[in-house]
């Protein structure tokens, strides 16, 4: 699984053949061994979709209040940076999502209910927690995972470096400034 998920977010689904994940998972290429574990190739890219979903818990976790620090604004950061890792930690999956699920439209739907709205749902309650004048927390959540999420597509595209050359730290802090300005809540914090 590793291995396919590998193959598939590096050249793209359609490139990737089975052969290939064979040789890449340490198995004969082209012998057929890859079929005593999975019936096609779109079962392995299933898979590999649903182990996204059950990847998703430490995010989640943070975002329900595990852990998080004192402060408003580092509570913030320490979501945004959580948000970051799991977009790191998934990145096949990611580039996948990017390049090749329309093809999928049933799978492109099962990661949209599974992972994006689920995702979406527990940062609008974080937001409502957070900040309880918030008029539209929704929205709000929408734009920063937007935000959050194009900085890690444009530094993956960019080989690890975003082409603006704003660092992690720099873009997170601006980040967190705006959705909690000073003043909003209370205390000039970080």
């Known amino acids: 699984m590793t291995a396919a998920m590998d193959l598939f977010g590096r050249q793209g689904y359609h490139a990737t053949t089975i052969a290939q994940i064979e040789a890449a998972a340490g198995l004969s290429a082209g012998a057929g061994g890859l079929y005593r574990h999975f019936k096609s190739k779109r079962a392995v890219l299933e898979e590999g979709l649903n182990r996204q ?10 975002l329900g209040g595990a852990e998080l620090p004192a402060g408003r604004r580092e509570r913030f950061l320490a979501v945004a940076r959580a948000g970051l890792a799991r977009l790191e930690q998934e990145r096949d ?11 999928f439209p049933d799978l492109l739907d099962r990661v949209r209910e599974r992972e994006l709205l689920r995702v979406h749902v527990a940062v609008t309650a974080f937001l409502r927690e957070e900040l309880p004048g918030e008029p539209d927390p ?3 959540a929408a734009v ?22 704003v660092d992690t730290e720099r873009f997170l802090r601006v980040l967190v400034r705006l959705v909690v300005p000073e003043g909003r809540d209370g205390a000039a914090e970080t």
Do not use: K, Q, T
Not at 53 to 62: C, E, Q, T, W
Not at 93 to 103: C, G, H, I, M, T
């Open 53 to 62: 979903v059950a990847a998703g818990a430490p995010l989640l976790s943070v």
């Open 93 to 103: 999956v990611n580039r996948l999502l990017l390049r090749d699920l329309a093809s």
């Open 138 to 140: 929704e929205a709000l």
């Open 144 to 165: 920063i995972m937007a935000a959050v999420s194009h900085y890690w597509i444009m530094s993956d595209v960019f080989g690890g470096d975003h082409p603006h050359e």
